[in-house]
């Protein structure tokens, strides 16, 4: 199937059609995709249809009871595009991100035991430490410079640190990053390359229409190429006796928690390409997600650690969240897991508020597969005035949901929905309307249902990690006043310094004795 066509039974209104080529693809791409979203949910309803590139058109769903239909109770039937999953198994090979029904399910049981609570005990432990190895550099930084503080760029040490963390909890190796080395596997990174986001915009209507692209050698793909025999060596060189069989539970890193399962429920390609997805989870798993069809797959030096440098520029001009998480912080010298998990209050809601308002992933893709009937929490109203209480669909029919504005959507949060404000999910009650949505603490951040994140408590455990060092002992301020940083939708929302490829901030000393 080269372009998608298939659209609701029930005649839903929404925008008009801006342009046949590129729909509403270009200008989603090109700005804030939740402004958008949340300005047509006011003027069509909760669930509208949207033009998409190349002709088509996807149901826009917005109401939190048709949501957790389409992501958990009939979750299988809403699946990945075809071309999307072709793309990902010729890039990195057949996995989890892959496989549908109860192929799904066989791989997300053999992974699992890698995101244990004692697997998140272990890995807590890694990201302290790298995060105090890059703590140590800023402090010899700070103590060579003339002045009381430093300009530094956030986003190349949040990379550095969230690399670290992989190599070590992904793989049991060292990829030497933060002490400048570059290691082979750096080296195969480096040559993924980046794009900007009119570039992407192009190659995805193309790749809509010519999905051969994909297999082409081009010299994205020959990197991919290079990056799975360079996996597949890094996992063959490892010893796989002691890594799957051996080390305890408890210090079992991800990759050697899957040549477990090998033994038992995944071949030997299925592990290989899990490895390959967590590696370039780290490196640039946002990209498989953005305005559909099998062309997400074109790196950036995106890694997770995107929240903590939103979290970092939000504290910088907000000085008060930041001096009163620093006050929870300093109460826990050298915090352990269980504190962090547990007994942080503060740190948890500026967690909680830093993954709804800059959610990584900014929309959520998927395709019917048979003919079927959303229900809806509210009836919404019809173009032609007819007010219906479900929607029916055709097999075939794209869906998107809209994290980023589900997220933030006045309409479910209230006045204040745009502003950062931990304090929402401590002194006050939750909107009735954000009660409704499921996933985690009723944010679609990490979406939900049997295709929710699996790394979600790996993400969260190394985010709280690096934020209770850092803001330990470092203050961070805007380098100006915070309207230099703008947002870069890449195809993840980055935060960017005007005229720098990075987010830079003014970082002073804490004297934390
Ligand atoms: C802030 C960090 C993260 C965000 C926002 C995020 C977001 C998401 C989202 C939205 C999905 C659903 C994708 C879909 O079905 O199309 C997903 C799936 C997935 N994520 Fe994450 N993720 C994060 C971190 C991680 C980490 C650290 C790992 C691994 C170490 C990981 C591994 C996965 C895997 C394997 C899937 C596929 C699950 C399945 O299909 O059953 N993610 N993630």
């Excluded at 477990?260 to 030997?268: D, F, V």
């Excluded at 009735?432 to 499921?438: D, F, G, R, S």
Aim: charged content about 25%; glycine content about 6%; aromatic content about 8%.
């Amino acid at each position: 199937m080269l372009f998608f066509r298939g659209s609701p039974v029930t005649p839903l209104s929404g925008p008009k059609r801006p342009s046949w080529i590129w729909g509403y693809n270009r200008m989603l791409i090109n700005g804030t995709s939740g402004d958008y979203f949340e300005s047509w949910q006011k003027e069509f309803g909760d669930v509208y249809r949207l033009p998409t590139a190349a002709g088509a058109e996807r149901t826009v769903i917005m109401d939190s009871r048709a949501i957790a239909y389409v992501l958990n109770t009939n979750g299988y039937n809403f699946t990945r595009y075809e071309g999307e999953r072709n793309t990902i198994k010729r890039l990195l090979g057949g996995g989890i991100l892959t496989v549908e029904g109860n192929d799904h399910k066989r791989h997300r049981k053999a992974m699992s035991p890698g995101f244990s609570i004692a697997s998140i005990r272990f890995f807590t432990s890694i990201f302290l430490e790298a995060t105090h190895k890059v703590k140590e550099r800023w402090l010899s930084k700070l103590s060579d410079s003339k002045g009381n503080d430093i300009v530094l760029d956030v986003e190349h040490w949040m990379n550095a640190i969230s690399f670290e963390s992989i190599g070590e909890a992904g793989f049991s190796h060292d990829f030497d990053c933060i002490n400048d080395e570059v290691s082979v596997v750096g080296q195969v990174f480096s040559s993924l390359g980046a794009t900007n986001g009119t570039l992407t915009a192009a190659i995805a209507v193309a790749l809509q229409a010519f999905p051969i692209i994909a297999s082409l050698p081009l010299a994205r793909n020959v990197a991919f190429d290079n990056l799975r025999n360079t996996m597949r060596d890094l996992i063959n060189t490892m010893d796989r006796k002691t890594l799957g069989n051996d080390a305890s539970d408890e210090r079992r890193s991800l990759v050697a928690s899957i040549i477990k399962a090998e033994n038992r429920n995944l071949s030997q390609e299925e592990v290989m390409a899990e490895a390959n997805y967590y590696v370039v989870t780290c490196r640039i798993r946002d990209h498989f997600y953005d305005y559909g069809g099998p062309f997400r797959l074109y790196p950036e030096s995106v890694l997770k650690l995107t929240l903590a440098q939103w979290c970092l520029h939000e504290l910088s001009i907000n000085p008060h969240v930041q001096d009163k998480l620093r006050r929870e912080i300093m109460m826990f010298p050298d915090a352990t897991h269980e504190q962090l998990a547990t007994q942080m209050p503060y740190l948890n809601a500026v967690v909680q508020e830093t993954l709804r308002t800059h959610p990584a992933v900014v929309e959520n893709h998927r395709q019917a597969m048979k003919d079927d009937s959303i229900p809806l929490q509210r009836p919404i109203k019809l173009a032609n005035g007819q007010s219906v209480d479900h929607i029916d669909v055709r097999a075939g029919m794209g869906v998107i949901i809209p994290i980023e504005a589900m997220n933030k959507s006045s309409a479910f949060w209230g006045p204040d929905s745009h502003e950062f404000k931990p304090e929402r999910w401590l002194d006050e009650e939750l909107p009735k309307k954000v009660t409704e949505i499921q996933g985690f603490h009723h944010l679609l951040t990490f979406i939900d249902g049997p295709r929710n994140c699996i790394g979600k408590n790996f993400a969260v455990a190394e985010f709280k990690a690096v934020m209770s060092v850092l803001i330990r002992h470092f203050s961070f301020a805007p380098l100006t006043d915070g309207s230099d940083v703008r947002r870069v939708l890449t195809l993840v929302q980055r935060a960017k310094s005007k005229g720098h490829d990075g987010l830079l901030l003014r970082i002073s000393r804490v004297e934390t004795e």
